[in-house]
């Protein structure tokens, strides 16, 4: 049984797949189901859940699926979302301050910009977006939505502009690190991550394995943190015949370093750039 996160690209897979074997899609927007069943339309071993991977244990469960062949996570936002301008994920144009992964969710960026108090949007920009100018660009946000509420992302990119020095913008576009931050809160796509990669694991059979596609630093830490400690250490003296601390191991990390993307691949799809893909192998 293979399970992916995404089903854009996954006629191969599900081609390879054996008669009694099924591929299983979770998406938490429903546009994105919606339009990996009619790519997988000729193929009826395939299911679609409108939900958060970070719920995948309690997903199989659901399905009454003990364990699994293969995991792959792609994840942050697709390049969907982000020609969608209408979504507001994109610093380019004017659009809704919206930022949702999941429409069906409440929280939203245009709450996020408008109610979050300073201090609390600092920290996100800054954690999130390792944003050095983060308390300026907070200070700046709460001083324009005290004379009217930031309603489109041009106005948001304005604030940022504003708060960064002209000398300071040469790094790619200005509002790029704050957009990805108050996405991140929008989703919560952080927090969580860590427990969804062991859970991952957890749920695969032995030599199954998990993939996962980071496109960020924050990513990347924190799959490699969960992978590390799947893996567990002895920290028996060396000079002991057998181990005697009790050190539990998942399985074994296959990738030491992560496997970056082609050449061909970077032509292909500039987007790729900061794309990482780690590989777990189940025990």
Partial sequence: MELLEELGHSKEIIKKLSPEGMLIGIDRDQEALKAAKE???DFS????????????KTILEQLNIEKVDGILLDLGVSSYQLDERNRGFSYLGENSLDMR?????????????????????????YEYGEERFSRQIARNICKEREKKEIDTTKQLVEIIENSIPKSKQKD??????????????VNNEIKPLYTTITNSIEALKSKGRLCVITFHSLEDRAVKKAFIDAKGKCICPSDLPYCVCG??????????????????????????????LRIFERQ
Avoid: W
């Fill in 39 to 41: 790519t997988l339309k």
């Fill in 45 to 56: 071993n395939a299911k679609y859940i409108h939900d958060n991977h970070d719920n995948i």
């Fill in 101 to 125: 992964m999941d429409k069906t969710q409440e929280l939203t960026a245009k709450i996020v910009i408008n109610t979050y108090k300073e201090e609390e949007l600092a920290n996100i920009i």
């Fill in 172 to 185: 790619g576009h200005p509002a790029k690190r704050t957009f990805q931050a108050i996405r991140i809160e």
């Fill in 247 to 276: 050190a539990k191991t998942l399985g074994e990390i296959i990738t030491k370093k992560p496997i970056l993307p082609s050449i061909e691949e970077l032509e292909e799809n500039s987007r790729s750039k900061s794309a990482k």
